[in-house]
T-cell receptor
Framework: AQTVTQSQPEMSVQEAETVTLSCTYD???????LFWYKQPPSRQMILVIR??????QNATENRFSVNFQKAAKSFSLKISDSQLGDAAMYFC???????????FGTGTSLTVIP | DGGITQSPKYLFRKEGQNVTLSCEQN?????MYWYRQDPGQGLRLIYY???????QKGDIAEGYSVSREKKESFPLTVTSAQKNPTAFYLC????????????FGPGTRLTVT
C-alpha cells in the first residue's frame, strides 16, 4: 500500500501571511492523483485542490496552490493571504491511477492567529 | 441537492451491543467507503465497495461488517468484537476512475461505554 506522510502535526500562521504544509508519499507508480482536503471544526471533509501526476504544471485554486515535485515525491500546499476560516485540519491524499483506493496522511492542524 | 448523508450525527451504545451506522448517497457513485478517524491517526480505511453486492476489507476491518445491497446505501455495523469502537466514522463515495476525488458525508461520532 502507498504511504502518505505529513510530518507537521501542527502549524500556525498569522492572518494575511503565507503558510506551506508538507506532504510526501511513497509509490512505485508513474501515474497517480494527489489531493488536499480540509476538515474544519464541523468535521466535514472538503476538497481543496487536486493534482494529476502526469501534469507538470502545479495546480492552483484561488489562494491555494501546490508545489508538486514528482521526483522527490513531494506535494506541499501553500495557502496565501491566510484567513481565519482557513483554520482546520488538512489532509494529503493519494489515489492510484487505476484503482479506487485513497491513502491519507495523518493530517496537519493549522491555526490562524488574528 | 446531491450528497452523502450519515445518520445519526452522535450515537451512544453500551459495550457488547452491535450498532449500525447509516450511509446514503444520491450522487450515483459506484464506489463507497468507510473510514475511522482517531486523533493523530488520520483516516483509516475500514471497508470499501466498488459495486453492488461486492466489498473489500480495508486496513482495519476486524470487528466491523458491511453490506451493499443497493447502490445508494452502504451501512456499517460495529460489532461487539471491535475492541475500541469509540471513534468518528466517515463515509465517502467516488466515481471509479482517474482524477475524481472522494465526497464525504458529515460523519457519525460513536461513543461506546
Amino acid at each position: 500500500a502507498q504511504t502518505v506522510t505529513q510530518s507537521q502535526p501542527e502549524m500556525s500562521v498569522q492572518e494575511a501571511e503565507t503558510v506551506t504544509l508538507s506532504c510526501t508519499y511513497d509509490t512505485s507508480e508513474s501515474d497517480y492523483y494527489l489531493f488536499w482536503y480540509k476538515q474544519p471544526p464541523s468535521r466535514q471533509m472538503i476538497l481543496v485542490i487536486r493534482q494529476e501526476a502526469y501534469k507538470q504544471q502545479n495546480a492552483t485554486e484561488n489562494r491555494f496552490s501546490v508545489n508538486f515535485q514528482k521526483a522527490a515525491k513531494s506535494f506541499s500546499l501553500k495557502i496565501s493571504d491566510s484567513q481565519l476560516g482557513d483554520a482546520a485540519m488538512y489532509f494529503c491524499a493519494y489515489r492510484n491511477y487505476n484503482g479506487n483506493q485513497f491513502y491519507f496522511g495523518t493530517g496537519t492542524s493549522l491555526t490562524v492567529i488574528p | 441537492d446531491g450528497g452523502i448523508t450519515q445518520s445519526p450525527k452522535y450515537l451512544f451504545r453500551k459495550e457488547g451491543q452491535n450498532v449500525t451506522l447509516s450511509c446514503e448517497q444520491n450522487l450515483n457513485h459506484d464506489a463507497m467507503y468507510w473510514y475511522r478517524q482517531d486523533p493523530g491517526q488520520g483516516l483509516r480505511l475500514i471497508y470499501y465497495s466498488q459495486i453492488v453486492n461486492d466489498f473489500q476489507k480495508g486496513d482495519i476491518a476486524e470487528g466491523y461488517s458491511v453490506s451493499r445491497e443497493k447502490k445508494e446505501s452502504f451501512p456499517l455495523t460495529v460489532t461487539s468484537a471491535q475492541k475500541n469502537p469509540t471513534a468518528f466514522y466517515l463515509c465517502a463515495s467516488s466515481i471509479p476512475g482517474r482524477n475524481y476525488e472522494q465526497y464525504f458525508g458529515p460523519g457519525t461520532r460513536l461513543t461506546v461505554t
